[in-house]
């Protein structure tokens, strides 16, 4: 096997240079890491090339030589797949610019187009809050159950829609179309976006924006679907003239895409972990009204602020802390990430949501203001200048929900307040670490102790330790016993994609090296007996080792992934800590209580937890099945133009048919007990 240079290498498939590539294909079968290399090259969105007509054809050359000198079947199919992909792709991405630029809107001043698509995202913002205001009177007026995954509301055609995916189509929107206008006009600084001043636009040009708002939308779910085919190994069909419908035809469609989104499973689970998640926020809020009075111990007004970070100033603000320092498995409050601890980053966007949601109306801050608030919401000086800095909306910000002051040229602050009104400031917060690259490493150990002191508490017999032989070391988080089974636990810190499908392929390249860590552990104890009677004074040979990926936050996988069990801490304490899942009503008599608490679901086969029943646990977890029993196939077509259209094919969970399930099993519960 030949000496690779792999920067060199990397630095010259940065500019689609394949020379010294090529010379090092030799070695591709039994070299992993240019495998690894290759694979990150070219399994990755930065070669759609959207703005970068240029680089296509670079690409293209860079791809076909691959494709050629490559000799692996699999490799080759996958990299003609992702080329595939980008082509059509950039197909349908220049036909969405083409039909942006033909807009009367984009024929209008700079400052006008900025201000009409902001007024338009305020007035869609402003009537959603409208329509889910109206939706909180009906439930009050007709006294109906609401329960967790309450997350649908009607229109008023009647028909249902969550009202969350509209604001995120909204901001996403706001999002793309002042980065687009940025790009387009020159109008940064130092990685800043400086929008214009706000100037008064015309209900005619605020109406233009709605071709603008649509475009928008078509162009966040094309790279959406794109991204999606070329990083998991989802399927892209096109349908040619012959191909379509006749009512296509006659419809005067010429050409389609199908995004099939469905075959990979690991998406889909993804998903499931970031709505398991806005359950768990939403629990941990009513459980803090509940337990902690809130509603007696936060001021009405700023005027009784207490000036210090101690005392909440928001109904949300310690569920959302709790959840924070839970993501990150950290106990301490005072913890600095960015130069600002966990309880002033929760702080902050609080103070940024008391002031969208107490004067939705006001968009224009100066700093003076924001400082203002901050200060008298207990940051020092120093601290509040840099919250303000970190929540600057620039060229590399994900979004406004993560960066919500967009600077204007007059120096004024601009915040779209719909989208802070009822924020998941933890989510958010975690979602701005990670574009950040916040270095997060020192929360290992916090983790691996928790599940310690889990398996403490619940009696089971445990160890952690580490070993060498030769060169070889071996270091283990957590291997507990039960029966006749060995749990090898490798205790891993993830975050969440919050919906971004880049970041959940990263989460699944991360699970497949875990995965290889953890079965490299059980060979260490299968090849090395005596270390395991060592710590457990037991014969290795009388237990079944079963290796396990423990994450910290709700993601998990049914069944085995190559050999491995995926799950979380979250599911698991629970199944260990009791054999029941409880169910509960939240009630307001004076005060919020949770009461009726009753089993609802066993969890163990009789009233002693088994290692039996912590398998089917892993095969079967409780805490997926809601989402996948009512998990539905939808089929979104969407039109660039006269004659191209495009299908997202994506799995989703029916929040109507849960909602409807479980307030239907309130209903009966309340009936029995009347009864």
């Not at 993560?402 to 601009?414: A, E």
Request: proline share 3%.
């Amino acid at each position: 096997m030949s000496k690779i240079d792999f920067e060199k290498l990397s630095e010259e498939c940065k500019g689609y240079k394949v020379t010294s590539l090529l010379d090092a294909l030799p070695d591709y079968a039994e070299n992993p890491s240019l495998r690894n290399l290759i694979e990150y090259e070219t399994v990755n969105i930065k070669n759609l090339q959207i703005h970068n007509t240029k680089n296509r054809k670079k690409r293209d050359d860079f791809f076909d030589a691959l494709i050629s000198n490559i000799n692996n079947q699999e490799a080759t199919d996958r990299l003609k797949k992702i080329l595939s992909v980008c082509h059509i792709s950039e197909i349908y991405i220049d036909s969405i610019k083409e039909e942006l630029k033909s807009s009367p809107l984009m024929s209008q001043d700079f400052k006008i187009q900025c201000w009409a698509v902001i007024e338009k995202a305020l007035d869609e913002g402003y009537y959603l809050l409208d329509q889910i205001n109206k939706s909180i009177d009906y439930y009050g007026e007709n006294a109906k159950h609401l329960t967790l995954n309450n997350r649908n509301i009607l229109n008023e055609n009647g028909e249902s829609f969550s009202p969350d995916s509209a604001l995120d189509k909204i901001v996403n929107y706001l999002t793309l179309t002042i980065k687009m206008l940025s790009h387009e006009h020159g109008f940064s600084a130092s990685g800043e976006i400086i929008i214009p001043e706000r100037i008064d636009v015309e209900e005619s040009a605020i109406a233009g924006a709605n071709q603008v708002f649509y475009y928008s939308l078509l162009w966040n779910e094309l790279l959406t679907c794109a991204e999606s085919c070329i990083l998991f190994d989802n399927e892209i069909q096109i349908a040619g003239l012959e191909d379509l419908t006749d009512e296509f035809k006659e419809d005067g469609v010429e050409q389609g895409v199908l995004f099939n989104r469905t075959k990979d499973e690991f998406e889909r689970y993804d998903t499931i972990s970031n709505e398991r998640l806005s359950r768990r926020i939403s629990q941990n809020y009513w459980e803090a009204m509940a337990d902690y009075n809130l509603e007696r111990r936060i001021p009405k007004y700023v005027t009784d602020w207490s000036g210090t970070l101690n005392h909440p100033i928001t109904f949300e603000e310690l569920p959302f802390l709790v959840s924070l320092m839970e993501a990150i498995a950290s106990h301490d409050p005072e913890q600095i990430v960015l130069g600002l601890s966990l309880r002033e980053w929760v702080r902050g966007y609080s103070v940024i949501s008391y002031l969208a949601k107490e004067i939705k109306n006001k968009v224009l801050y100066t700093k003076g203001e924001l400082m203002s608030m901050l200060l008298l919401g207990g940051f020092k000086e120093k601290k509040a200048e840099e919250f303000i800095k970190h929540i600057t909306f620039g060229v590399d910000s994900r979004d406004i929900y993560d960066s919500p002051l967009v600077k204007t040229s007059n120096s004024l602050f601009f915040l779209y307040t719909p989208a802070h009104i009822s924020p998941l400031i933890s989510n958010i917060i975690l979602s701005k670490f990670s574009s950040k690259q916040a270095d997060l490493t020192k929360k290992g150990y916090g983790f691996e102790r928790d599940i310690i002191e889990k398996l403490n508490e619940n009696n089971l017999e445990n160890r952690s330790f580490k070993f060498k032989r030769d060169a070889d070391e071996f270091e283990y988080d957590a291997i507990f016993l039960l029966d006749d089974k060995a749990f090898i636990l490798e205790c891993k810190n993830t975050n969440l994609s919050g919906g971004s499908v880049a970041r959940a392929y990263q989460k699944k390249i991360f699970i497949n090296e875990t995965i290889k860590q953890v079965k490299r552990l059980v060979c260490g104890l299968t090849s090395h007996p005596e270390v395991f009677k060592e710590h457990f004074d037991k014969d290795i040979s009388n237990y079944e080792l079963v290796p396990v990926i423990m994450n910290n936050l709700p993601f998990s996988i049914p069944g085995k992934v190559n050999g491995v069990y995926v799950t979380d801490s979250s599911a698991f304490g629970r199944l260990i800590k009791s054999r029941y899942i409880n169910s509960g009503l939240i009630s307001h008599q004076g005060r919020f209580k949770i009461t009726d608490n009753k089993p609802a679901f066993s969890m163990w086969k009789s009233d002693v937890l088994t290692a039996s029943d912590i398998i089917n646990h892993f095969n079967e977890p409780v805490q997926l099945q809601d989402f996948l029993k009512h998990q539905k196939t939808k089929e979104y077509l969407l039109r660039i133009n006269k004659s191209k259209v495009f299908l997202n094919v994506v799995n989703e969970t029916d929040y109507d048919t849960m909602s409807a399930e479980h307030s239907e099993f309130f209903i009966n519960a309340q009936t029995t007990q009347k009864a």
